[in-house]
């Protein structure tokens, strides 16, 4: 029994280690999490906090750090890129419209 308890805990803890040395990610960022708006509250060594944005108002959803590499956090992230890319592009066209 204990043995399991110490495998669980182990794997909690390198997932929840490598989560947090990730410089994607960090406490107050904000993602998507199942669809859904969220908010990096804390990223501890077992699981990590999410302030999630839904119909029933802001709520604090606890992941166990497991999980986490199975969640769509990434897209938030693409969707800024992307967003900033087309931005960037826009000012170069209207500098180019001014010369």
Same mark, same amino acid.
């Given at each position: 029994? /204990?043995?399991?308890?110490?495998?669980?805990?182990?794997?909690?803890?390198?997932?929840?280690? +490598?989560?947090?040395?990730?410089?994607?990610?960090? @406490?107050? $960022? +904000?993602? /998507?999490? *199942?669809?859904? *708006?969220?908010?990096?509250?804390?990223?501890?060594?077992? $699981?990590?906090?999410?302030?999630?944005?839904? *119909? +029933?108002?802001?709520?604090?959803?606890? #992941?166990?750090? #497991?999980?986490?590499?199975?969640?769509?956090?990434?897209?938030?992230? $693409?969707?800024?890129? *992307?967003?900033? /890319?087309? @931005?960037?592009?826009?000012? /170069?066209?209207?500098? +180019?419209?001014?010369?």
């Amino acid at each position: 029994m /204990i043995a399991f308890w110490l495998k669980d805990f182990a794997q909690n803890f390198m997932v929840g280690l +490598k989560f947090r040395m990730n410089t994607a990610f960090n @406490e107050g $960022d +904000k993602v /998507i999490l *199942d669809g859904k *708006d969220a908010l990096i509250v804390k990223i501890g060594m077992r $699981d990590t906090v999410f302030g999630v944005y839904s *119909d +029933k108002g802001y709520t604090w959803r606890y #992941v166990p750090n #497991v999980k986490i590499p199975n969640l769509k956090l990434q897209k938030m992230i $693409d969707d800024l890129q *992307d967003k900033r /890319i087309k @931005e960037n592009q826009e000012a /170069i066209n209207k500098l +180019k419209k001014l010369k």
